[in-house]
Structures are given as structure tokens and as C-alpha cells.
């Protein structure tokens, strides 16, 4: 029998995650309808472009990113409306977590069209899976701010929370967030910084703070970051 949800319906946005660095980890199920949908709204047409022959997947992109989102959502929704079928996805991982998403599905709900989420890699929920650190409660934040007095305010606000915090953070600051994080609360806090999850070069660098800065400056800061800092009364 023919497992109906592999099969796009019309009028229906399907939010599909895609692999964060292993090809391997995308699904059959988001494969069956990246193939089937009649649009893909992606954040760079040349990634997802890419990502789509090597599959052999050949579907018409739409440019769907933060500089356009919210003009591009509201068109979406339309051409869901009259009857298409649209798969959303991001460079990487799941749409809607610190990528866009968020709008198309928002203009879906606000309009009836049924939105479909097809689950899969994420690089926020594979580092906590992994981390040895409480995933009872967490507070995912997105990016933390550029700036180092933002930072700092963050950490602060943050200092004494109950629950593991869950950042993700550029190849760019990720040394400048850890020092401050340790000069905020403290070198024994524990924290987990992971990079290239599902990638090659996977590490993940667990441990009280300060241990952790040390050994991130002997390593390759190439890549996306994942950073998470216990509660302040946890030990590994």
C-alpha cells in the first residue's frame, strides 16, 4: 500500500528539515517530498540547488531568506492558497530555528492553509542529545548578540537559570563568547561547545568553562557552533 504521507498534497506547506553536514541524515520521507512538491522555498537557491541534484531531485526554487521574508511569505502563502504545494527548507537543519520559517508558517495559520512539518536533523536538539548536560528543561536563545557588552549582559541576566541554555554562535566570536562566559560565571561553570556535528571533523568539548576555552584554543575554530552552559549548580 502506498504510505500517503510521501505524497505532497495540494495547498499544503511542508517544513522540511535537511541535513546539517551528513547527507545520510535527510530522510526518505523529506526526500519523497522534496521530489514531489511543486515549489521549494529555500534560503540560497545555489545550496538547496546543489543539495537537490545530488538527491536527483529537479523542482523550481524560490529565493526565501531574511532580507526578503517577509514580502516572499506572503506570496508563498498565495500560490499555497490557489493550490500549490511548497516544501520550506533552510541551508541547513530545521527552518524556524534561528532560519527562516517562521513567516510562511505564520501567513499559513493566519490563512487556513495547512502547514506539514517533516522532522529531521537539527544541530540544536543532536549537541543537547549528546552533550552528558540536563536536557530535563533548556532555553534555546538563537545567536548570541555581537557585541561583547551584549554578551555580557546575557550571561549575566542568565547567571543563576535553572535549566541548560542553548546557544548557537559563529566561528568568528565563538573563543570571545567562551572568555567572557567564563569571566562571567565563572571557570568551573560547565558548558559544552560542539562544532561540525554529523560533519568529519565533529568535536565536542565538554567540561567546566575554563578547560573548555583551553582546549578550544588549541583546535580548528572552522564551522557553526553550538554552545550550551549548564545550570549553575550542575556537575559533570
Known amino acids: 500500500m502506498e504510505n500517503a504521507s510521501l505524497t505532497p498534497r495540494p495547498g499544503h506547506l511542508y517544513v522540511v528539515a535537511t ?34 541534484t545530488r538527491l536527483g531531485i529537479h523542482r523550481e526554487l524560490v529565493a526565501y531568506h531574511e532580507h526578503n521574508e517577509t514580502g516572499a511569505a506572503d506570496r508563498l502563502a498565495a500560490q499555497l492558497v490557489a ?32 502547514v506539514v512539518p517533516v522532522p529531521g536533523p537539527s544541530a540544536l536538539t543532536a549537541v543537547l542529545s549528546a552533550s552528558g548536560l ?28 535553572d535549566y541548560t541554555l542553548a546557544l548557537y554562535e559563529s566561528c568568528h566570536r565563538i573563543e570571545k563568547a567562551v572568555r567572557e562566559l567564563v569571566e562571567t560565571l565563572g571557570p568551573g561553570r560547565v558548558v559544552c561547545v560542539a562544532k561540525e556535528v554529523t560533519k568529519v571533523h565533529e568535536t565536542f568539548f565538554t567540561g567546566p568553562a575554563a578547560d573548555v576555552q583551553s582546549r578550544l584554543a588549541q583546535a580548528s575554530l572552522k564551522g557553526e557552533f553550538v554552545l550550551l552552559i549548564a545550570p549553575v549548580d550542575f556537575e559533570l
Do not use: H, M, W
Not at 85 to 113: E, H, K, M, N
Open 19 to 52: 541535513p546539517i553536514g551528513n547527507l545520510a541524515d535527510l530522510t526518505p520521507r523529506a526526500q519523497a517530498i522534496l521530489a514531489g512538491v511543486d515549489l521549494v522555498a529555500c534560503e540560497d537557491t545555489r545550496t538547496t540547488g546543489a543539495l537537490l
Open 83 to 114: 493550490g500549490k504545494s511548497v516544501a520550506v527548507v533552510s541551508d541547513a537543519g530545521t527552518p524556524g530555528l534561528s532560519d527562516p520559517g517562521f513567516r510562511i508558517v505564520r501567513a499559513c495559520r493566519r490563512q487556513g492553509v495547512t
Open 134 to 161: 540536563p536536557t530535563n528543561g533548556f532555553l534555546f536563545v538563537g545567536f548570541l548578540p555581537p557585541k561583547s557588552a551584549a554578551r555580557i549582559a546575557f550571561f549575566e541576566k542568565y547567571r543563576d537559570f
